[in-house]
């Protein structure tokens, strides 16, 4: 999950497409799929174990990373783009160059590392698939929680327990609604209440989780500052395919991908809502 510092909110709302799927695609990525998940299947025990039970390193930025982290994304990426030729991937611990390949990964191997570093439940792996930079398959894998939510363009949300729908939207200052949950970077939260947003606020630590949310009808509303594509890629599908929306409001879009482009440093103020309505209200109120 990225730190909020230096995010630069805007009022311009670019909702977030999903890519178009024909049949042959459709296969491509329902075969994709299959393969991330026995990936998931294969690294989730380990990740269980070592959650609580790691050492932490600062990176530059000086937010935290594990080698756990780092051995994850690895095997991520060798095994999604070993098992299907023509796929390339852009990691936040790897390559975060994007590639030029049709078929491109992206790829959060712990989204919510301080959390896990602390034996905290809430992270996860994230992981979407773009074709030619739209996003058409997102799953998000979260071990300790028991909870594995995936999505495909034009195929709807679910988990094994079935389908996943958005609940309904709220009036975000509307006292009646002061109990609904809404979810939370440090600084959304900040600049939420400051613009006169009333709804529960909840900082999870994990902005994969966060949106992951809003797809199962939990909250009506996530709002982050500074993520990076890794954060939100995933994520997006899930709440688009759940009858949700996504939007971004900063000035340096993150979806959809374009090749050769550095995500280093490329972070945008990013909504999920459970209607079109709410998200345009939570960045009015975000920006004051």
């Known amino acids: 999950m990225a730190r909020d510092a230096g995010a630069v909110v805007g009022d311009e709302v670019r909702p977030v497409r999903l890519g178009r799927l024909d049949a042959a695609a459709a296969a491509e990525a329902a075969r994709a799929e299959s393969v991330l998940h026995a990936l998931l299947d294969e690294l989730g025990p380990g990740l269980r ?129 002061s109990h609904v949950p809404a979810l939370y970077s440090g600084g959304a939260a900040r600049r939420m209440v400051a613009g006169g947003a009333v709804l529960n606020a909840r900082l999870l630590g994990s902005t994969a989780l966060d949106l992951t949310m809003v797809a199962r009808g939990a909250s009506p509303l996530a709002v982050t500052l500074a993520p990076h594509a890794w954060d939100v890629a995933a994520g997006v599908v899930l709440v688009i395919e759940a009858g949700g929306a996504c939007a971004g409001f900063g000035r340096t879009p993150l979806l959809p991908l374009v090749p050769g482009t550095d995500l280093t440093d490329r972070v945008e103020p990013t909504v999920a809502a459970a209607d079109t309505e709410l998200a345009a209200r939570a960045v009015a109120l975000a920006n004051g």
């Open 49 to 177: 174990a070592a959650a609580g039970a790691v050492a932490v390193e600062a990176k530059s930025d000086g937010t935290p990373v594990t080698a756990v982290d780092r051995a994850t994304d690895e095997r991520l990426v060798a095994g999604l783009t070993g098992a299907l030729p023509g796929h390339g991937a852009v990691s936040e611990e790897t390559s975060r160059v994007v590639p030029g390949t049709a078929w491109t990964w992206v790829l959060d191997p712990i989204d919510g590392t301080s959390n896990f570093i602390a034996g905290l439940p809430f992270w996860c792996v994230s992981a979407a698939l773009c074709l030619d930079g739209a996003p058409v398959l997102g799953v998000v894998d979260a071990p300790a929680l028991g909870l594995r939510a995936m999505a495909t363009a034009g195929a709807g949300a679910r988990t094994a327990a079935g389908p996943m729908r958005v609940g309904a939207g709220v009036d975000p200052t509307d006292r009646r609604s």
